[in-house]
Each structure stands twice: as C-alpha cells, then as structure tokens.
C-alpha cells in the first residue's frame, strides 16, 4: 500500500537510491573494501570410488594430481584468482603468491 501523494514507480526509485546511498543507483567502491571473502588454497584433486574412500584411515595417502614443486591453486570465492607456493611460517602454513592470473584467463588456465 502506498502513501498518499506516492505512486510505485517513485517508491522503488526512493529504495533504490536509499539501498545504493546515491540516487544514481551506483555502490560506491569504497563500500566493498570491507567486505570478507573466503579464500581457498588446493594443492590438487583425484578421484576415488566409494570403496577407496571408505579404506581409508589414520595414515592413508591420498595421492593428488600435481607434482611436488608444482605451482597450487589460489580461489577467491569460487574464482581461480592465483598460483602460489607453500611455505612454513612458524608452525603453520601459508601461501606464497607467485602469479595473479589475467582477469579473463583464470578459468582456461586451470587446465
């Protein structure tokens, strides 16, 4: 129900401005700077049947698909963003960025 003096269409154009803080409809980069994203690290994949997966147990190796030395897999949200390497930090692991990939070829590189 509107108020009176409001029609719709000046209803959704007020909440679009309200929800953008400008009335041009554009978010401000600023607003996102802030903003978490999960980050993913995959050193490789493989494949196991059922069977496979159910033998395994405390000191199983799972053997991935890339080679020791390889580069992995960085993701930002679902998104292939970079490759890196692992490295020790103390008693914890962390990734060291060695390529932030092109914008439009994160995808086709992954093969």
């Not at 000046?10 to 803080?21: D, H, V």
């Amino acid at each position: 129900m509107t108020a009176p003096g409001t029609s719709e269409s000046g209803k959704a154009q007020e909440a679009t401005g309200m929800a953008s803080g400008t009335g041009s409809g554009e978010v401000p980069i600023s607003m996102l700077l802030d903003l978490t994203l999960p980050i993913s690290i995959e050193l490789g994949r493989t494949s196991m049947t059922v069977q496979e997966i159910l033998r395994l147990g405390r000191g199983s190796v799972v053997q991935l698909d890339r080679l020791a030395g390889e580069p992995i897999d960085v993701y930002v949200g679902d998104r292939r963003f970079a490759e890196g390497e692992v490295v020790i930090l103390g008693e914890t692991f962390g990734v060291r960025i060695t390529r932030i990939l092109p914008r439009g070829n994160a995808e086709e590189l992954m093969s």
